[in-house]
């Protein structure tokens, strides 16, 4: 039997082999590739202020996922918002779409007005791109596609939306102002609607109307005497006077922010008494630079708008780091529902068979129960035959004590609403 | 030096309908957008460019045509194809009024909706080939001479016996009618219609400024002004929108802009074309 001397200089060089593959770093695990998502918002033009927030709402949802461990059934992959911007125009979102979808995007988000969201819809059907729509109310959006599936012309929807659309929100209106009166016990006889005259006053004002004639409640609208105004209005003490010559007992307006800062102004010093301002739902009446102008004019005025759940402190943390990183803007509609809409498509990524089949991510969206919004939902987030969710809600909101606060309906309340309006 | 640039041009037009086939399809968007934006500016330049009456209401035919081809293929089933060659329909309410106008995608091709977005960029092209094709013809007749003597000098022309204003009018006519072309083109490309896009300023002024920067009143201008403009706007925005600079490419975009206007204040065509003379 023979052994090899186990000298010093062969010892060394042993253990310095061994200790060089102990010491040496794992093989790294291959990092799964990033999801690529084409956040399509309005961030220029005269839609920047929300189009903006909707953007770095969704990007605190990309950040919160990927620090949260990515997909974790698709090993820990993360996700990756690529920016696009529509200017504001319509045409643009379909440029975007296209640019975004070319550079590897496997899901569309966005984009804020129906026009520009409308155009990104062809481009979801043409290229077989499934889009969640965070924010856009025209009805028609998936309504179309939806009749395209079912009368044989598209084969898949690949267009989805998680916020309500301009008939519900028509629909919530009435019924909250209906549930409020009767909570408040009172039967207005004469409430006079007022509204911008852009496209977006004019669906409102559309959209509630047609909800009121299709709910019969027992409060009355003047349906025959509702006063538009020019938006951006240079003036409106014209409109107010018919508004004081109808006697109304509540105001009901659809306001943008500048017609606001005029229309409030102008009831206080023409003197029209009344039970209260409850609006069905419009910008200008609840954001903080709006607050800050108006002041006592916009205290107790209510609005029905889609609104965080501020009850959830987990939306209260995420209001508090939206506030520092948009320098000091408040945690709205806007930043919500794009924030929400990142985590249902990762819930969706979660659940999906393959990724890599667009036909696969429409499934598992088909069967999406998401329950952990930071919005104020009816229920969980699902999707209907339409790809609406209908519980995709709005809450009503009062000032109160120079705040925001949602009063309606009761499990969505932190605190009683105060109507009518106590006399000065 | 003339013979290479028509050789040139010929070459690059006869490369353009391969371009679907080697690039992806968000150069196929940007061409067929190109394409559309030169068509337009092309029959404005008819009335503006050639009569030498400014025109800064375009849009209105666009949206005239847009909503017309939208409303008939919608709610009649008339396929867009005949759309396009319109009736004035002033129905507000049918049309959907202030609040828009949505068009179901179907991707049938009869309702000029195409599951191949290739297939619009074919017909931009053919549309603005065509009215290039009208406007050059039209230079050498007698009705395109009489437009630039009405331009150069109204009064002058209507002494020597020609009806300014009958030929005015026709020139109207014949660049609403393309531009109304355009409209159905715009309605189904995009499939949602919003008064204020269709309507409004903004779309006049992007017509008009494709003529003005390539060339008013010359046959190429239009066209050479959308190949500047449209490719400016998109890597202005590729380039400076990405980070958190909201707005930075519109600042980018409206300097070059200032820089064409300044550097080639007749257009880009005459200058090119000077250049090929020598």
């Not at chain 1, 659809?254 to 039970?275: D, F, G, H, V, Y």
């Not at chain 1, 919500?336 to 498509?345: E, K, L, N, Q, T």
């Not at chain 2, 396929?79 to 049938?108: H, K, Q």
Request: with cysteine.
């Amino acid at each position: 039997m023979t052994s090899s001397p186990l000298t010093r200089r062969t010892f060394l060089k042993a253990t310095l082999a061994g200790g060089a593959i102990a010491g040496a770093p794992r093989p790294l695990r291959a990092q799964p590739k990033p999801f690529r998502i084409a956040a399509v918002h309005p961030v220029t033009g005269p839609l920047a202020e929300p189009g903006q927030a909707c953007r770095l709402g969704a990007q605190l949802a990309v950040e919160a996922v990927n620090a949260g461990g990515g997909i974790k059934s698709k090993g820990g992959m993360p996700l990756e918002l690529l920016l696009g911007d529509t200017q504001s125009k319509p045409e643009n979102g379909r440029i975007e779409a296209e640019r975004l979808v070319n550079q590897g995007a496997q899901m569309l988000l966005g984009s804020f007005d129906s026009g520009s969201t409308a155009a990104m819809v062809s481009v979801a059907q043409q290229k077989r791109v499934p889009f969640l729509i965070d924010i856009a109310a025209a009805d028609p959006i998936t309504a179309n596609v939806a009749r395209s599936v079912k009368e044989g012309q598209q084969k898949v929807q690949y267009v989805y939306r998680n916020f309500p659309t301009g008939s519900t929100f028509g629909r919530k209106a009435v019924q909250y102002f209906t549930e409020i009166f009767a909570e408040a016990k009172v039967t207005p006889k004469r409430v006079a609607l007022m509204h911008c005259n852009d496209l977006f006053g004019v669906n409102q004002s559309r959209g509630f109307l047609a909800a009121y004639k299709a709910a019969k409640p027992p409060w009355t609208l003047l349906e025959d005497d509702v006063i538009p105004w020019p938006e951006p209005p240079s003036d409106l003490s014209t409109e107010v006077a018919r508004l004081k010559a109808l006697k109304p007992d509540v105001i009901s307006p659809i306001t943008r922010p500048a017609s606001a800062l005029l229309l409030l102004p102008e009831i206080r010093k023409q003197r029209i008494e009344s039970l209260g301002i409850v609006g069905p739902g419009s910008p200008g009446l609840y954001e903080a630079g709006q607050i800050a102008a108006l002041k006592e004019d916009l205290e107790y005025v209510m609005a029905s708008n889609p609104w965080p759940n501020f009850r959830s402190p987990k939306t209260q943390r995420l209001a508090e780091d939206y506030q520092k990183r948009s320098g000091g803007r408040l945690f709205d509609t806007n930043s919500g529902y794009s924030y929400d809409a990142v985590f249902v498509i990762a819930d969706v990524l979660e659940r999906a068979a393959k990724l890599d089949d667009p036909d696969a991510i429409v499934e598992a969206i088909q069967k999406t129960s998401y329950t952990a919004g930071l919005m104020q939902y009816g229920g969980p987030v699902h999707f209907n035959e339409i790809g609406d969710n209908p519980n995709a809600i709005p809450t009503m909101i009062q000032i109160l004590k120079a705040k925001p606060v949602a009063v309606w309906p009761k499990d969505a309340a932190l605190q009683k609403f105060v109507f009518p309006r106590p006399k000065a | 030096m003339r013979r290479v640039a028509i050789a040139a041009a010929v070459a690059l037009l006869a490369m353009l309908p391969l371009v679907p086939s080697v690039f992806g399809s968000y150069a196929v968007t940007l061409f067929t957008l190109i394409f559309f934006y030169g068509f337009l500016g092309q029959a404005w330049n008819i009335v503006g460019g050639y009569a030498g009456q400014l025109s800064a209401g375009h849009a209105a035919f666009l949206g005239i045509g847009a909503y017309t081809a939208a409303l008939l293929s919608v709610e009649r089933g008339v396929t867009p194809w005949l759309g396009m060659c319109r009736i004035i329909v002033s129905n507000t309410e049918a049309l959907g009024g202030a609040v828009g106008y949505y068009i179901t995608f179907t991707g049938d091709p009869r309702q000029f909706q195409f599951q191949d977005a290739r297939a619009y960029y074919y017909v931009a092209l053919v549309m603005m080939l065509a009215v290039t094709g009208i406007v050059a013809w039209l230079e050498r007749r007698r009705f395109g001479v009489y437009l630039s003597a009405i331009r150069e000098d109204e009064s002058a022309c209507e002494a020597l016996g020609v009806n300014t204003f009958r030929y005015k009018m026709l020139a109207m006519m014949l660049s609403s009618f393309l531009t109304g072309i355009g409209g159905a083109f715009y309605a189904f490309y995009l499939f949602s219609l919003q008064p204020a896009s269709v309507f409004g300023i903004p779309l006049s002024v992007e017509i008009i400024i494709r003529a003005i920067v390539g060339g008013a009143g010359t046959v190429l201008g239009p066209i050479l002004g959308s190949f500047i403009l449209s490719p400016l706007a998109e890597l202005a925005r590729y380039y400076f929108a990405q980070g958190g600079w909201h707005g930075a490419h519109l600042v980018v975009y409206g300097l070059l802009l200032i820089a064409v206007v300044l550097f080639l204040p007749e257009g880009a065509y005459p200058r090119l074309a000077r250049l090929f003379r020598r």
